[in-house]
């Protein structure tokens, strides 16, 4: 914690301890108990990036761990992230990585070294 940020952290403990559920900004005000432009303004400035944005974040990094750690399926992986569903999820992760889910599993799993 750094001093006089506790209202944030409380929103990143929750966000971290939540994401795979529907939170919104509305929330975060109640988690923190600040106006929606002073959480806006203080959760930019202590995390470098909009709350939606951090999220989305959360979420995908959460779905590259499933997708290179298990075998469920997309939809699996979309579902326990916490996205709407499989077109959005597909969608904000090509966005941010680069590739499809799909694609991304491939990849991974060829960087994967088995031994003899």
Do not use: W
């Not at 904000?92 to 694609?103: D, E, I, M, W």
Request: aromatic share 10%; with cysteine; hydrophobic share 35%.
């Amino acid at each position: 914690h750094k001093e006089g940020n506790e209202p944030v952290q409380k929103a990143i403990d929750h966000i971290l301890h939540n994401f795979h559920q529907d939170i919104s900004v509305k929330d975060m005000l109640n988690v923190t108990n600040m106006s929606n432009t002073t959480f806006c303004i203080a959760f930019k400035r202590i995390t470098r990036m909009k709350f939606k944005e951090y999220l989305l974040n959360i979420r995908t990094g959460y779905a590259c761990k499933l997708l290179t750690n298990t075998n469920m399926t997309i939809a699996q992986i979309a579902s326990s992230s916490g996205f709407e569903n499989l077109s959005n999820f597909n969608h904000k992760f090509k966005r941010l990585k680069g590739l499809t889910p799909s694609a991304f599993r491939k990849k991974a799993d060829s960087l994967k070294v088995y031994p003899n």
